[in-house]
Structures are given as C-alpha cells and as structure tokens.
C-alpha cells in the first residue's frame, strides 16, 4: 500500500495497519495520561487555568499538576456535583477551570451542574472526561462511559472534542483553553496506539482526513479512529479504496467535511465506542438524512451494556473491531451499488 | 474605585424591605405565575445585602472586585429583581414583564439576561457550590469580596449542598457566607415532616462552620449578623435565619399552597394594604 494515501499519520506506524500489529506493536498511551501532560504545560503559560479534581487525580495524572501549582488546584474529594458548580462559580470571575473526573461521573452524576450551572450560563469551564466509552475495560460498565457523547451533545452550547491519540488529545487540551465556552474533552482510560504528531492540524470543529479513498468512508472517533485505520487496511487488500476521516470534534459537528465525504464516495460508516444512540453515528446521520442520503451503518455500542474484560477483547466482543468496521463498509458499498 | 453605598439605616432598610415586598406582589400578580412565599421570607435579607452590606455598584454590575450574591433557591428570584430594580440595575418598569416572552427577568435567575444577577439558579443544590467557586476564585487572587449565597431549608434536603459545606470548610473560605432562609414550608409540605433537617445548626456546626441564629425579620438583628460574617476568619459562615414564609402578608404567612401560586387582584390588593400598613 503506498503511503501517499495517509495524511499526518506517523510513517512509522503505517506498516503496522497493514499487518495487523497495529495493537501490539506500535508505541500506546492511555490519553488520559497526555491530557495531564498538556495541562501541565499550560498551568505554565496561563495563569488562569487552574485545575478541579474529584480524587481521580493520581489516576488521570492530574496530580502533577497539584504538585506543581498547589494553588490552582483543588480536589474536591468524591463530589463531582460540588466540583462542577464550582467550576462554574470560578469561571464566572475569569479563572479557566478544567474539572476533572470520569466519564460517568462528567456526564451523569453531574449532569444537572453541568447542563444548569455551565451550558446554560455558557461559562468557560472545561469538563475533562477519562475513561471514555468502554475504554476501562477491566472496569466494567459502571465506569464505562458509553453515553457521555450522546448526554453531552443534547447540552444546547456544548462543545464535544474526543482526540484519538495521546498527541491530539494534547491539542484539544490547550485548544479548548482558546475556546470560549464550555469544551467536554474526552480521554482513554486505556492505551491506545500513537497515530499522530503534534503538528497534526488540529482545530475545534474540522475534521481530519487521514486516509484517502474513493469507494466508501468511515468517520471515526477516539479509540475508534485507529480501528478504522486496520480496517481500511484490510480493505484495501480487497482492492477496495476507503477514505478514513479523525472526527475528533463531535460538535460542533464538520459538516463540509462528512457531506464531502458523502458525495465523493456515496458509503459512510461510523466508528464509536459511545452507545450508537445520539453519538457520532447520529450526528452524521441526521446530516446525511437532511443532505444528502446514502447507505450507511453505524459502528458502536448497539443497546447494552458491555462487561469486564481486556479492552480490545470488548472492542472485538461488541462489534466495534475493525474486522466489523470493515464488514460495514462491505455491506454499505454493496447497498449503495444495489441502489445504483 | 469609588463606588455607591447607600448604607442606610435599619428605618429605612425596613422601609424599603416594605417596597420591596410590595413590588413582588405586584410582580407576581402581573405574571399570573411565580413564588411569593419564598420571596417575601428573604425579603429583610435581600434588602439588608444590597442596601447596606454588599459592595457593589450598579452603574458597573461587571465590576471584577464586587461583592458576589447568589439566590441559590432560584425560585424567589421576584425578590432578587425587585432589590435590584429599587438599587438601580435596571428600570423598575421590566418588574411587569416578569416570566413574560422576551423579558429581561426569567422565571428563574439568568445571569446572561438580568444586569446584576451574578449566576445563573433554579436547580436547587447548586448555587452554594457557585459561590464556593467565586470565594476560592476570590481567595486565589487575593480580592477581598465576599460572596453571599441565600439557601432554602427545603434545599437543603440536596446532597450537594453537603458536598459544598465539607470543601468550603476543608478550604476556610471566610469569603464566603451562606444564609439559610429556614421558613420552613417547601413545595408539598413542611420542611420538618416531609424530610426532616434539623439540627440543623448542629451539623452546619459539625461540618466547621462558623454558625449565626437570627430572626430573619428584625433587620438589626440581620445587619449585625451579615456584618459579622464579614469579619469571621479562618472559616466559613451560615447565618441560619428564622423566617416566615409569605411574611408580611397574613393569608400566605406559612401556608405551602403559596409557594408556587400567583396572587388574584383582589387578593394581590389585600397583601399590599396589609404590607403597608405594617410598613414604619
């Protein structure tokens, strides 16, 4: 496969998709972690940014921070209600407060806070989110945070950015800093294969093309965008030409770029680990429905709850693997030529 | 920066706290629709906070070093508007337009759409937390305002107003001042049948704080306890204020029906020849 096909994907991991060691060989990180670096550095450059914390600190790494600046940060033990309230009462005096906890916890013990206290009065709190979709694993479903995209994207002024690796993450993080408003960042809990560089062109809101092709398209995002990435592989090796797009933003959705992607190629499939219901599989589709219609399926949680277990062996377990992204894609392309 | 304080006398505190009163019946009866009973028991207190204690100025409602005023019972805001219209934020004539389509003044508090309202409140349980973020805000950046969140006794029931007084005590935010409006009736029942709270300076106790008990209506008894307040180190306060739900007005005093239900012309002329007849 030649390699002019990829844009921004690090030269290095390339092979590995085509071979299939893409999970066992390339360098990984949980972005959790790389979201604790970022913050880091930008508790240096911006004296504004302080960080709230709900006794996941050592977990998420944000203690470094509290190290650090023992006077921008404040755990607030196991309250994430009380911690995003907060949030929003400091960021009413000009502080940029990155509250940090689960998934689970972000989008659901809190909820009320983060709907009535930051969406409504639009205040610029970051709501930093690890253990995104079923990424814990081991866990199991009370820490999976498989509704937190759907929850959060129904949040009138909500802005949602999910990076699929440790460097875009880095990028969401200091971007959602320049962001007016609040910004829900959503993390690994476990690893995942470093796909970019820091000089990937990230921006809130444009997603990215990372692969070319012409037959079908797969929008993914976080964890999924690596799966996507095997999956066109695989693909290929069929002689079928699939473009991969890095939706990092899920809303505000790019629009140009999956309608783009919609005519150009006439096959969509998404990729996921959130519930397929009201994430980026429904955002995509309701574009497409009031656009331009074409066959496409959804990749994702179907409606259940996973279970413990090794991450990828969940990802495989429940659908989400890229052999089931590209038999989507198969079974899309073969709708669409049906229908021609 | 200089800034207006009318620092009035406890006569005219009263006087005024009577306008006001007057202002949310008539506000209320207008809209066919909000709360007069949570909003005349914080009446003394609102009137107390901005026409004497609060450092603020109206021609700048923005200004960075204000003191902060949260109504975290977002439900009586009538009371928050009418003290901010009496002070000069806004025009007394959008009391009228109260809960109506494109008026400044929500149902519930909206800072974005009210001049004055420092945070949005109508989920209960979360103003308090608000205004633990503006004192710690206010602590890091070594302002010294003062932040000032009116909760309800039904609020209370909330497990997140616990979660705030356990971090403003770990953190001794004596920047930060609650004041319980404990007039006992919430929206279906008394606060003391349908989940009880008390002791309830007991546990405010318990939890490290700085514990004040007033008659919610004896404005020397309020002024002195806010000023107080301002001066306690090293931890937060509550001043735990006894009020009368629907004071001043004889048929809605401690009566849950008037939580949530709009005065009739008739009745709204009633209440208001009744506050100012009580009125120095």
Not at chain 1, 99 to 105: D, G, N, P, Q, R
Not at chain 1, 197 to 204: V, W
Not at chain 2, 62 to 88: M, N, Q, T
Not at chain 2, 250 to 279: F, Q, T
Request: glycine share 8%.
């Amino acid at each position: 496969m030649s390699e002019n096909k990829y844009h921004h994907v690090r030269p290095e991991v390339i092979p590995l998709l085509a071979s299939g060691e893409l999970f066992t060989s390339a360098e990984r990180q949980a972005t959790r972690y790389s979201y604790a670096e970022a913050i880091l550095e930008l508790g240096e450059r911006n004296p504004d940014v302080v960080v709230l914390d709900a006794d996941v600190s050592k977990s998420v790494g944000t203690n470094k921070f509290a190290e650090k600046f023992p006077d921008r940060s404040f755990n607030f033990g196991v309250a994430e209600q009380n911690m995003m309230a907060a949030a929003a009462g400091m960021a009413t005096t000009g502080l940029i407060p990155y509250a940090t906890t689960y998934a689970v916890f972000a989008s659901m013990r809190a909820l009320d806070q983060v709907r009535n206290s930051i969406h409504y009065p639009r205040l610029n709190v970051k709501i930093a989110a690890s253990h995104g979709g079923i990424t814990p694993g081991p866990d199991g479903p009370t820490h999976q945070g498989q509704e937190d995209l759907s929850l959060i994207r129904a949040i009138a002024h909500s802005t949602i950015v999910a990076g699929a690796d440790s460097p875009t993450v880095k990028l969401a993080t200091w971007a959602a800093a320049e962001w007016e408003g609040p910004v829900y960042l959503s993390f690994t809990r476990d690893p995942v294969p470093i796909l970019f560089d820091l000089d990937y062109p990230f921006e809130i809101g444009k997603a990215v093309t990372i692969r070319d092709g012409t037959d079908a398209t797969i929008i993914a995002i976080r964890d999924m965008v690596s799966q996507s990435l095997v999956a066109a592989e695989r693909l290929a090796a069929e002689g079928v030409s699939v473009r991969v797009i890095d939706c990092h933003t899920l809303k505000p959705l790019d629009v140009e770029t999956v309608l783009q992607a919609a005519e150009e190629t006439g096959a969509i499939v998404t990729a996921e680990s959130n519930i397929i219901l009201g994430g980026l599989g429904s955002a995509v589709a309701e574009v497409l429905v009031e656009n331009h219609p074409i066959p496409m399926k959804r990749i994702g949680m179907r409606n259940g709850f996973a279970e413990s277990g090794p991450y990828l062996e969940i990802v495989k377990k429940y659908g989400m693997s890229a052999e089931h992204i590209a038999d989507a894609v198969e079974e899309v392309i073969a709708r669409r030529n049906q229908s021609r | 920066m200089e800034t207006p304080r009318p620092s009035m006398s406890i006569e005219e505190l009263k006087q005024m706290a009577a306008t006001i009163r007057c202002d949310i019946i008539e506000m209320i009866c207008t809209a066919k629709a909000g709360h007069p009973g949570g909003s005349l028991s914080a009446a003394d207190i609102v009137t107390a906070l901005y026409f004497r204690i609060m450092n603020i100025d109206p021609r700048n409602p923005e200004w960075p070093d204000r003191d902060r005023f949260i109504l975290s019972k977002g439900h009586a805001c009538p009371v928050w508007y009418a003290a901010l219209a009496e002070r000069g934020y806004f025009d007394k004539s959008h009391l009228g337009t109260l809960r109506q389509i494109n008026s400044i003044l929500q149902g519930h508090p909206d800072m974005h759409k009210t001049p004055g309202v420092d945070m949005t409140a109508g989920s209960l349980g979360q103003g308090m937390s608000a205004g633990l973020g503006m004192a710690l805000s206010g602590k890091m950046r070594k302002k010294d305002y003062h932040v000032w969140v009116i909760i309800g006794d039904g609020e209370m029931q909330e497990g997140a107003v616990w979660e705030s007084a356990m971090s403003a005590a770990k953190w001794k935010v004596d920047n930060l001042t609650y004041i319980l409006d404990r007039n006992h009736l919430q929206n279906d029942y008394c606060v003391d049948t349908e989940m009880p709270i008390e002791p309830v300076a007991d546990k405010w106790r318990a939890f490290g704080w700085h514990v004040m008990e007033i008659d919610g209506h004896n404005m020397k008894e309020i002024v002195e306890a806010l000023e107080t307040a301002k001066t306690v180190k090293g931890q937060p306060t509550i001043i735990i204020a006894e009020t009368v739900k629907g004071k001043g007005v004889s048929y809605m005093e401690n009566v849950a029906e008037w939580h949530g239900k709009a005065p009739c012309e008739e009745e709204a002329e009633i209440a208001l020849k009744e506050i100012r007849e009580c009125a120095p």
